[in-house]
Each structure stands twice: as C-alpha cells, then as structure tokens.
C-alpha cells in the first residue's frame, strides 16, 4: 500500500540541486500534477508504515508539519515550497539503546531489504552520548531521514519543490504513533488557525497506512 502511495507522488519528485540545509534552489520552477495540500496524506501514511517495523514501540512525543523554502537564482519563490513532516520521540525515550542505536539496525535493515538508497549511515561522539544517522531514499525519490540524538526524530520530506496551497486547502491528517488530535505534541496548529478538528481519532500506533484511503 505505502508503495501506491509513494509512486503517486513520483510526479512531483524534481532532481534535488545543490541548495543550503534551509532552502531548495530551483533552476526553473518545477512542474508538478501535485499542489502542497495533496502531498501530506501520503507523507503520514508513509510513517505508520515505519512505525509497524519498530519494535516495542514506546509512541511518539510529537509530530509536525514544516516548510522549506524554494529559491530561484538565489531568491525565495513564494509560490513554491517543499513540505517537510517531523515525529520525534521523548528525551526519555531517545536515551534507550532501543530507539537510539536498535532502531538505527531494525531501519536499516528494512530499508536495505525494499531496495531503497541508503544516502547516510554514520554516528558522531557527543556530549550526550552517540548520536545516529540513517538517511534513505525510495525508488521513487523520497527521503527518509532517521536522526537518534538527544531528542530521535524521523524526517519525511520529497526533494522537490510543490505549488503552494492556500492555508484553508490543507486537510487535517491525525498524527501516527498514539499522538492525541489537538494534544501539545500535535503541532500543527499554524495550519489551522481556528483550531485543530479534534473530532478525528489519533491512529494507533501499529494502524496501517490503508486508515488514511479518505484522506487522499
């Protein structure tokens, strides 16, 4: 099912070009079958789809939506961004060799299995410990990004640049990982300025990507 999903969104994958960590420059602007509203229906299924392999899973402590900003020659596009999604564990739970080092193996593993790109795959000494990257990319340009260090995080983004949407087109998507609608740990109030629909019920945990067939 994540495959079906994933491969919708082969369109909107563009040949990511040097840019900074903050922003995506863009020879010309892409062309793209898919607005900034559509793609985040995708990005969380994509993400149950990762909690399903992990193991003991402790839940997530929050989850996020983000924008990175697309730049043509050197000059922000208004109308283009690239979406981001953040889920992060706790401090107490990014601390256990469970989510710091085990899940580290268990993604690398599955990812290596599906025939996915490992992009990174590398840990540094810090004053907290080991801190652990793993970065993978899917047949169809997705990237993946796992980061165990002081506060574990799994970063889902596309590469690419998308048309922007206006505020009130972007649908509400209950969180993945056992995160309560409209909680503290769901922050992705800046999207919905009169309030997050909490009517919707938080996906389990262990719920899969099929939950989110309305949403797309």
Aim: hydrophobic share 35%.
């Amino acid at each position: 099912m994540t495959r079906l999903l994933l491969a919708g969104l082969a369109a909107l994958i563009t040949t990511v070009t040097a840019c900074s960590p903050m922003e995506k420059d863009m020879d010309t602007p892409p062309e793209s079958e898919y607005q900034q509203a559509e793609v985040y229906a995708p990005a969380e299924a994509a993400v149950a789809d990762l909690v399903d392999v992990l193991p003991d899973f402790p839940g997530f402590a929050n989850r996020s939506w983000g924008e990175i900003p697309c730049s043509h020659n050197g000059v922000d596009d208004p109308n283009y961004t690239s979406v981001e999604i953040r889920y992060q564990f706790s401090a107490e739970d990014s601390a256990t060799p469970l989510v710091n080092e085990e899940y580290v193996n268990v993604l690398r593993e599955h990812w290596t299995s599906l025939g996915y790109q490992i992009a990174r795959d590398d840990a540094t000494e810090g004053d907290g410990g080991t801190y652990r990257d793993i970065k993978a990319i899917t047949e169809e340009g997705v990237s993946i990004w796992y980061s165990a260090a002081y506060l574990a995080t799994f970063m889902v983004s596309f590469g690419g640049c998308v048309p922007v949407s206006d505020k009130g087109e972007i649908e509400y998507i209950p969180p993945a990982g056992g995160i309560t609608p409209g909680s503290d740990g769901d922050r992705v109030g800046n999207y919905f300025p009169e309030g997050i629909p909490t009517s919707h019920e938080a996906v389990a945990p262990f719920d899969s990507p099929e939950h989110f067939d309305d949403q797309l």
